[in-house]
């Protein structure tokens, strides 16, 4: 019998520089980005079906899409459709996917998504991606074929994984591996707290292309040139295993960032924020572009428990993470 292929890519936790990476900061002024991954993950099996065509499930989602002989897509699965659509020559196989949170998560589970699909093609055909190529080709695929709003850092993160700081501009990205320390990431991690306080999913493309629009006009320039400075002194921080200090400056950046698009931070996400603050937090944000989804905040390890309690009386959906080390990766099993 034929194995079966499967592959997780992590999502990831942005903490300064996000926005940075949007079209046309990056190409008119280097873009410049700070996130890790977790271990919260979108993974995906590939199986040999010996019949014409493709399939593809998404558990979560309880959908199914089918594609024989290069006809229109019988479901609705986007970005799935559009990996498979990239690579026509790969026929006779059904993709089963899940992600480890809900849709609009602001962790960058689509980009996840993308790049564990494209891994587990490379794993089962031999295509030869390498990690750049993986995170290029899944922000063509989205930004590009499929038009989604957004910019570089999410792709980058699920290939690369670990603490990084990546570097945006026309070439190539680089990326800068932060501290190689783990007491460093472990202490920043024992600080943290993340939780789901709504899905953004219709929010996105909007906030997006508000901030492009006011970035164009040249209404936030300057919010842009401060965010990305942030990076290095939070790199800094980090390295020196500041964490207080980094956790306010948490708070600095999340100020500036709200004044990227008035549609960052809803009501809703100024009383979640509000409550974490009198409740210990030294700062925090959104994990994404804006308007809902995860919010990550910093406090003083010996209220966390009690951070946790007041977020989840407001409502919020706390969930335990770790950091991780490693980008996407895929491999071989028997049917």
């Not at 099996?45 to 019988?74: C, F, H, Y």
């Not at 320390?181 to 493309?205: H, K, P, Y």
């Not at 040139?225 to 999340?254: M, S």
Request: charge should be neutral; aromatic fraction near 8%; proline fraction near 6%.
């Amino acid at each position: 019998m034929k194995p079966i292929y499967k592959a997780k890519a992590p999502m990831r936790i942005g903490f300064f520089g996000g926005g940075t990476d949007v079209s046309p900061y990056p190409e008119e002024h280097g873009g410049k980005v700070l996130n890790c991954t977790i271990d919260k993950y979108v993974r995906c099996m590939l199986r040999p079906t010996g019949k014409p065509g493709v399939t593809i499930r998404s558990l979560d989602l309880a959908t199914i899409t089918e594609n024989v002989a290069g006809r229109q897509w019988t479901g609705n699965l986007p970005l799935p459709e559009a990996v498979m659509n990239a690579h026509p020559e790969v026929d006779g196989v059904e993709i089963v996917m899940f992600s480890d949170v809900p849709p609009g998560s602001g962790l960058g589970s689509s980009s996840a998504l993308v790049v564990a699909l494209l891994k587990v093609l490379d794993a089962a055909f031999n295509l030869g991606f390498t990690p750049h190529d993986l995170a290029k080709m899944a922000y063509r695929i989205e930004r590009e074929d499929l038009g989604i709003s957004g910019g570089w850092q999410d792709q980058y993160a699920a290939a690369f994984g670990g603490m990084n700081v990546y570097h945006f501009g026309t070439g190539d990205a680089i990326v800068e591996p932060v501290v190689a320390d783990d007491s460093a990431i472990l202490e920043l991690e024992s600080t943290l707290v993340i939780g789901f306080i709504g899905d953004r999913q219709m929010l996105t493309r909007n906030v997006v292309n508000d901030q492009v629009q006011r970035l164009r006009e040249g209404d936030t320039l300057r919010y842009h040139h401060e965010t990305k400075a942030f990076v290095d002194e939070a790199v800094k921080l980090l390295r020196a295993q500041r964490i207080p200090d980094f956790g306010r400056l948490l708070h600095e950046a999340w100020e500036v960032k709200k004044a990227f698009s008035p549609h960052i931070a809803s009501p809703a996400v100024d009383q979640v924020y509000a409550i974490a603050r009198q409740h210990g937090a030294w700062g925090g944000k959104l994990s994404g572009a804006g308007g809902g989804g995860f919010m990550c905040f910093c406090c003083p390890f010996e209220r966390r428990l009690e951070l946790e309690q007041a977020l989840t009386e407001a409502g919020v959906r706390v969930r335990p993470f770790s950091f991780t080390r490693a980008g996407v990766h895929a491999w071989k099993a028997q049917p």
